[in-house]
């Protein structure tokens, strides 16, 4: 298993969690786009999984703060920013990246589990966890597969 991980520190203010969300996307492609090479004969349908509770619950707090502090008048369009599967827009208009995505959301699941399951896909998959910490975000990207 191939693992790399990069931190992504937040910025204060509603543009800052904007720009957070922005900064983890790109920071994803990035890290997705070095491990697709190793990924076999098809490395546009390689399986993605993301393990994304914890990033969903720490957008969901940012989100509720926002609208008590505005008086829930946001446009609706600001509830897709806690959709966790956004964060692979940019690797997919850069590498045409068209492969199975799996969002993990479950309260309790953990990388070992997104791993377990992609080892048994039987093809390498790449296993994606967003942590938030406080004042940044942690990236991990790990390579599972067969030899």
Known sequence: MAKESIEVVREGGARGERGLVAALAAELAGLLERHLHDCGA?????????????????????????????????????????EPV??????????????????????????????????????PALVVTVSPEPGRFVLDVTLVGPA
């Open 42 to 82: 098809e490395p546009a349908r390689t399986p993605v999984a993301m393990v994304v509770g914890a990033y969903v619950r720490s957008r969901v707090e940012s989100f509720l703060t926002a609208a008590e502090a505005r008086g829930a008048r946001m446009l609706p369009s600001t509830s897709l920013g806690l």
């Open 86 to 123: 956004r964060l692979l827009q940019p690797f997919v208009e850069r590498t045409g990246w068209h492969g199975p995505c799996y969002a993990i959301c479950t309260p309790g699941a953990d990388t070992r589990q997104a791993e377990r399951w992609a080892a048994a896909a039987g093809r």
